[in-house]
C-alpha cells in the first residue's frame, strides 16, 4: 500500500498553500479537520507523515492527547504565531516558519528529504526530481561553476549529448539564482512547429493575424524578473534568432502586432546537444547570437565518460523506483552491476534511468541474471559488436541508428510507440530518422524480405 501525506488544518491558507506543489511531494496529500480523523483514516490508508497545524493541537484535552501521543509516524507542526507554546511536551518539532512568510519550495525540499535522503554523492537537492549526483571529479566541477555561474546574470549556454542532463542543471542553476522567487519559463525549440514558436516566444496581439481571437503573452515576457530556459537552440530558425538577438541586446520584446516593444528583464539559459561552431561555418546560426549566448559555457560530459557515476546513479534510480511502485528491489553488485559499466549508454542519464524503472516494475524481489539478460538483450543484441570500431563517437552513432531500426520494427513502424520506447520525443526520433537516412517505408520493404 502506497503512503500518503495527512495534512490537519481547518485553514485555507494552508489548503492553498498546499495546492500547487501536491504533485511534488513524495506522496499524495489528504487533507482532514480533526486530529480525531487520524484514527478512522489509519484503518484505510498507509500514513507517512502528518503535518499538523500549530491551532489544531495548541490546546489539547487529554483525551485527544493521549491520541496525539499514539500516532506512530513522522509529525511536522506548522505555526501561525512566533511562539512556541503547547500544553504538552512536544518530543519532535520542526519550525517551518512563520505564515504567511512560509515559502512552499521550503517545504518541497524538507518533506521530500525527510523521508528520501540523497545519496552521499548528492552534491544538490530540491526534492526527488532535482538532484545532482555524482562521485565524478569533472562533474562536481562542473557543479561548483554552476554555483558561481547562478550568482550572476550572465546568459548560460549548456552543452552536451541527449539524456547528460541539462534541463536538470538549467533549473538547478534557476534555482540557486536570486530570479528563483519567481518561476522558470522553458521552451523546447526543437518541439514547436516553426509556424508556432514565434508566437510562443514574443507572444502576439488579438487580430494580428488570422486565428487571433485574443491577446497571448509569449514567453520571453512571462519570464521577466526570472530566468528563460530554451533547450534545444541549435535548431532554432535564423529569422527568431535574428528577434532573440534583439530583445538580448535592448532588452525590449516585441510582440506579433504589437505598436511598442515591452521592456524584459530575462536572463537567458540556452542548452543544445549540437555543434554551433559547425553550425555558424553552414550559416545555419548566427555568430553574434552564439557570443551572446555563450557568456557563460558548461558542457556535460556522457556517461561514458563518467563511469564512475554508473553505480551511484544506478543504486538512487533503484531507491527512487522502489518508492514510487512501493517495492523493495535490492541493489545491484557483482556481475550484474558490471553489465552496467560495460554497455555505452548512447541515451545516457535518461536512458539509463528508463532501464531501471523497466527492471523494478518487471522485478519481484531482486533484479537477477535473467532478467538482466533479457532486458539487455532488447537494447544491446550483440554487445560484443559495440566496440569494433575504435571511434567511439562513431560506434555510439551506429548503435543507435541500428536500434531505432531495431526498435521501429518490434512496435510495427508506428513513430509515437517508437519514440515513447527508446524514452525520447516523437520530434527527436523524427530528426534522428533523418539524421541517420531511416526511411520508414525502405524499412518495411527490407523487413518484408
Known amino acids: 500500500m ?42 484505510h490508508k498507509n ?18 492527547r493521549i491520541l496525539f501521543y499514539k500516532i506512530d509516524c513522522p509529525r511536522l507542526i506548522i505555526t501561525k ?22 515559502q512552499p519550495e521550503n517545504f518541497i525540499k524538507l518533506i521530500n528529504e525527510y523521508f528520501y535522503t540523497p545519496p552521499k554523492s548528492s552534491l544538490y537537492s530540491a526534492g526527488e526530481n532535482l538532484q545532482w549526483i555524482t562521485s565524478d571529479q569533472q562533474m562536481i566541477n562542473i557543479f561548483e561553476r554552476a554555483k558561481k555561474a547562478a550568482g ?38 526543437a518541439a514547436i512547429p516553426e509556424n508556432l514558436l514565434e ?37 532554432l530558425d535564423l529569422n527568431l534568432q535574428a528577434k532573440l538577438l534583439r530583445v538580448i541586446e535592448s532588452g525590449e520584446v516585441d510582440m506579433i502586432g504589437g505598436i511598442q516593444p515591452v521592456k524584459v528583464d530575462v536572463r537567458l539559459i540556452t542548452a543544445t546537444n549540437k555543434n554551433l561552431k559547425s553550425l555558424i561555418e553552414q550559416n545555419q546560426f548566427r555568430e553574434d547570437l552564439y557570443y551572446r549566448l555563450n557568456v557563460i559555457n ?21 531507491g527512487l523506483f522502489n518508492k514510487k511502485y512501493d517495492k523493495k528491489i535490492k541493489k545491484l553488485s557483482g556481475e550484474n552491476l558490471d553489465r552496467f559499466l560495460n554497455y555505452p549508454w548512447p541515451g545516457n542519464v535518461r536512458e539509463l534511468k528508463n532501464f ?50 531495431k526498435v521501429l520494427a518490434k512496435n510495427d513502424y508506428h513513430l509515437t510507440r517508437t519514440a515513447r520506447k527508446l524514452g525520447i520525443s516523437r520530434v527527436s526520433l523524427y ?9 520508414v517505408s525502405k524499412e518495411k520493404s527490407h523487413h518484408k524480405r
Open 81 to 102: 504565531v512566533k511562539d512556541k507554546y503547547f500544553t504538552f511536551g512536544v518530543r519532535s518539532y520542526y519550525p517551518l516558519g512563520v505564515q504567511p512568510d512560509l
Open 199 to 235: 508566437a510562443e516566444l514574443f507572444g502576439f496581439k488579438k487580430g494580428s493575424f488570422t486565428n487571433a481571437y485574443f491577446d497571448k503573452i509569449g514567453k520571453i515576457q512571462l519570464a521577466n524578473g526570472s530566468t528563460l530556459f530554451l533547450d534545444e537552440i541549435g535548431d
Open 431 to 439: 530528426r534522428k530518422m533523418q539524421k541517420y537516412q531511416i526511411s
Open 152 to 189: 550572476s546574470d550572465s546568459n548560460i549556454l549548456i552543452l552536451g549529448e541527449s539524456g547528460t542532463g541539462k534541463d536538470v542543471l538549467a533549473r538547478m542553476i534557476h534555482r540557486m539564482s536570486k530570479r528563483n522567487a519567481h518561476q522558470m519559463m522553458k521552451i523546447n525549440c
Open 47 to 64: 500514513i507517512g507523515l502528518i503535518i499538523l497545524d500549530y491551532e489544531i493541537i495548541r490546546f489539547l484535552n487529554d483525551e485527544e
Open 298 to 318: 558548461l558542457e556535460l560530459p556522457p556517461l561514458r565518460e563518467r563511469v564512475s557515476d554508473i553505480p551511484v546513479l544506478v543504486d538512487y534510480f533503484i
Open 356 to 405: 531501471i524503472e523497466r527492471l523494478v516494475i518487471k522485478a519481484k524481489s531482486t533484479i537477477d541474471t535473467e532478467l538482466l539478460t533479457q532486458e539487455f538483450d532488447l537494447i544491446l543484441p550483440h554487445p560484443e559488436s559495440q566496440f569494433d570500431q575504435d571511434n567511439l563517437e562513431l560506434a555510439s552513432a551506429d548503435f543507435e541508428k541500428k536500434q531505432i531500426k
Open 2 to 43: 502506497k503512503s500518503i501525506i495527512l495534512l490537519i488544518t481547518k485553514s485555507d491558507i494552508l489548503r492553498e498553500m498546499f495546492a500547487p506543489i501536491k504533485n511534488q511531494l513524495f506522496a499524495d496529500i489528504e487533507v482532514v479537520e480533526a486530529l480525531s480523523d487520524y484514527s478512522r483514516m489509519k484503518r
